[in-house]
C-alpha cells in the first residue's frame, strides 16, 4: 500500500515562509499529477495548487503569486513553498497525487495524512 508522507509544516508569523515537502511511502512507477489542497478551521477543503505530469501549473486566486508548486521527478517528490504567509493560510495541508504503483500502470488517487500550517499575526 502507498502512502503520501508529508513534511514541512509548522507555526510562522505573518509574512513567513514555508516550504511543505510530499512523497511516497516507497518506490513507485509514475505518477501523473500532485495537488496540494487546504482545510481551515470550519472550511471546506480547497485546491491549493495542481502540477500536471507536464509541468503545467494552477493556483487557487489567493494564493497566485505568494505560493509555488514544484515537482521532482527523480524523487517522486512534489513541493509547496509558500511565501508572504498569511492568518489566513492558516489550515492543514494535504498532498494529492494519482500514482502508478505497477507496471499495469493503473493509476490510483492518493491523498496524505495532513500537515498542519499555523500563521500567527
Known amino acids: 500500500q502507498v502512502q503520501l508522507v508529508e513534511s514541512g509544516g509548522g507555526l510562522v508569523q505573518a509574512g513567513g515562509s514555508l516550504r511543505l515537502s510530499c512523497a511516497p511511502s516507497?518506490?513507485?512507477?509514475?505518477?501523473?499529477?500532485m495537488a496540494w489542497y487546504r482545510r481551515a478551521p470550519g472550511k471546506q477543503r480547497e485546491l491549493v495548487a495542481r502540477i500536471a505530469g507536464s509541468g503545467t501549473t494552477n493556483y487557487a486566486g489567493s494564493v497566485k503569486g505568494r505560493f509555488t508548486i514544484s515537482r521532482d521527478n527523480a524523487k517522486s517528490t512534489v513541493y509547496l513553498q509558500m511565501n508572504s504567509l498569511q492568518p489566513e493560510d492558516t489550515a492543514v495541508y494535504y498532498c494529492n497525487a494519482d500514482i502508478a504503483a505497477t507496471t499495469s500502470y493503473y493509476y490510483v488517487n492518493y491523498w496524505g495524512q495532513g500537515t498542519q500550517v499555523t500563521v500567527s499575526s
Open positions: 516507497r518506490r513507485i512507477i509514475s505518477i501523473n499529477s
